[in-house]
């Protein structure tokens, strides 16, 4: 069965791609992940606080405010606590390009404008194929529209793009009051892909030691919904090519989001708890219902369920939405 794809102008075997996570950390767990039939391999976030903590280290007198910089930066985690500082990830990058065949893809994680953006250039130089640019930012600000954030999103991506050659995806949130406009843009300023989405950690609170606690949850296969929710609404629409990354277990998770659309599969919850060989055997196992479905290829499948076809998908989704609530019945249990 041809399960190719073409993904940020690579031509894949497949489309299922390990995610960023902890697993590009070290080399014997990425020799794992290519062993196990990965497509290609993200690493985890550089990011921009690390970025601008070792720039205030070196250099007091940049041209951004440092004393506003230094508060916001006290906030966050000692340079210690991170994986791999920003000279540390440029070297694993370049053994991680040396450990495997296919093609790595840094990933930079921020949420303004800046110099630190110039990190893509040096990721580029120390063996990137691919960059991935994670845009991750809560507009706490009411003074804040949501112009103004989506448009130093395309400014942030625009900078990078005038910096690399390489392809630039960008890692998008699910909360931007217009997502589809938001990748418009992005296409203006020839953004390679878009990957949809990242995820918003949402942490607890300790109701004794009156502290905010830090939560990671891995995802689940109900978060795919989304996902696959915009992947339709965007195929066919954007030039960019399109990745999901989010609630992808099973084989039949990403047959729907290749369905809806996608051109890559990301995959790391499941390989986090399972091992990377789930990944070799969501692959056999997509290969397989393919064929029982006479399907020839892979890219036969890719996209027949998107909307790009449907001359008015907001109001597609509106009908589906009130036909979900009309035909809900509550079932109560009587009171013996």
């Known amino acids: 069965m041809n399960l190719s794809t073409n ?20 080399l014997d767990n990425v020799k794992k992940v290519e062993d196990a039939g990965a497509a290609a391999i993200v690493m985890r976030s550089l990011f921009e606080e690390q970025i601008t903590s070792e720039q205030l280290a070196t250099n007091r007198s940049i041209e951004t405010p440092a004393d506003s910089f230094a508060e916001a930066l006290s906030y966050f985690p000692s340079p ?12 694993q990058i370049r053994k991680v390009k040396e450990a495997v065949g296919i093609p790595v893809m840094a ?15 040096l990721m580029q130089e120390a063996g990137a194929d691919a960059l991935e640019l994670n845009v991750y930012y809560l507009a706490t600000n009411p003074a804040e529209t949501g112009v103004a954030l989506e448009n130093r999103t395309v400014k942030m991506v625009e900078a990078v793009k005038k910096t690399v050659t390489i392809p630039v995806a960008v890692k998008l949130s699910p909360y931007y009051s217009s997502v589809a406009n938001v990748a418009k843009h992005l296409d203006s300023v020839s953004a390679d892909g878009l990957v949809l989405f990242n995820r918003f950690y949402q942490p607890d609170i300790d109701i004794e030691e009156l502290e905010v606690v830090p939560s990671l949850t891995l995802s689940h296969p109900g978060a795919l919904l989304l996902r696959l929710r915009w992947l339709a609404i965007l195929s066919g629409r954007v030039r960019a090519d399109l990745a999901v990354t989010g609630g992808v277990h099973t084989a039949r998770d990403a047959i729907k989001a290749v369905m809806c659309g996608a ?21 056999r196992e997509m290969a397989t219902w393919l064929e029982e479905h006479e399907y020839e290829s892979l890219q036969q499948m890719q996209g027949s369920m998107s909307l790009l076809k449907c001359p008015d998908p907001s109001a597609f989704e509106r009908a589906n ?8 019945r509550a079932s109560i249990v009587p009171t013996p």
């Open 107 to 121: 990933s930079l994680n921020g949420a303004t404008p800046g110099g630190w953006l110039d990190y893509a250039r």
């Open 321 to 328: 939405y009130m036909q979900i609530l009309q035909t809900a």
């Open 263 to 283: 051109h890559a599969v990301q995959t790391v919850s499941v390989l986090l708890q399972e091992g990377p060989q789930a990944l070799g055997t969501i692959r």
């Open 80 to 91: 210690a606590k991170f994986a791999l500082g920003p000279e540390e990830y440029l070297e």
């Open 7 to 26: 993904y940020l102008g690579f031509e894949l075997p497949h489309p299922l791609v390990a995610g960023a996570s902890p697993l590009a950390d070290n």
